[in-house]
T-cell receptor
Framework: DAKTTQPTSMDCAEGRAANLPCNHS???????VYWYRQIHSQGPQYIIH???NNETNEMASLIITEDRKSSTLILPHATLRDTAVYYC??????????FGTGTRLQVFP | GAGVSQSPSNKVTEKGKDVELRCDPI?????LYWYRQRLGQGLEFLIY????????KSGLPSDRFSAERTGESVSTLTIQRTQQEDSAVYLC?????????????FGPGTRLTVT
């Protein structure tokens, strides 16, 4: 019951922006949108999260639509090291994260 | 600063033996979570602790699994009478508090192999 829908895989050229979409049409008003990524054989890495407003940090930007039913994670200048599985998670409270299948992003030279 | 650490990094055990996995959360983090990831699959929630509140054990797959946490420090996940299906990477995460506004930071995991 991940509550999110993401494309199975995406490709991106190195140096270009990677835009990863996520649909969460059943999101409730108090639920946050979280993004994590998992590079092969490592633990998940926190990227960014938001509630209503767009957010930006040193890793990425998060764009949330006004109706909050979808969002996009933007990696502004993708590098080969950004190749990973990216998880979009809707989090209703302080407890567990529910990971779906994510988007496998392949950055190519 | 130091992140979440887990030990051992790898553990091979024989079917039927008990194992203990350790997690050291980030200092000051009151919430601690355990997840499991089988090969090629997503993360499954197991249990979480928040301060002195009763832990949420809703994800534990059987009574062979248990976990303890002393105060707001180290946690130990114990698997009794291990089975081959217990083979997985066990991941620990911590956060400042169990609130949706606080992100969870993950450790590197313990890879458990049951032979």
């Amino acid at each position: 019951d991940a509550k999110t829908t993401q494309p199975t895989s995406m490709d991106c050229a190195e140096g270009r922006a990677a835009n990863l979409p996520c649909n969460h049409s059943t999101i409730s008003g108090n639920e946050y949108v979280y993004w994590y990524r998992q590079i092969h054989s490592q633990g998940p890495q926190y990227i960014i999260h938001g509630l209503k407003n767009n957010e930006t940090n040193e890793m990425a930007s998060l764009i949330i639509t006004e109706d909050r039913k979808s969002s996009t994670l933007i990696l502004p200048h993708a590098t080969l090291r950004d190749t990973a599985v990216y998880y979009c998670i809707v989090r209703p409270s302080g407890d567990k994260l529910i990971f779906g299948t994510g988007t496998r992003l392949q950055v190519f030279p | 600063g130091a992140g979440v650490s887990q030990s051992p990094s790898n553990k091979v055990t024989e079917k039927g033996k008990d194992v203990e996995l350790r997690c050291d959360p980030i200092s000051g983090h009151t919430a601690l979570y355990w997840y499991r990831q089988r090969l090629g699959q997503g993360l499954e929630f197991l249990i979480y602790f928040q301060g002195n509140s009763a832990p949420d054990k809703s994800g534990l797959p059987s009574d062979r699994f248990s976990a303890e946490r002393t105060g707001e420090s180290v946690s130990t996940l114990t698997i009794q009478r291990t089975q081959q299906e217990d083979s997985a990477v066990y991941l620990c995460a911590s956060s400042l508090a169990a609130s949706a506004s606080y992100e969870q930071y993950f450790g590197p995991g313990t890879r458990l192999t049951v032979t």
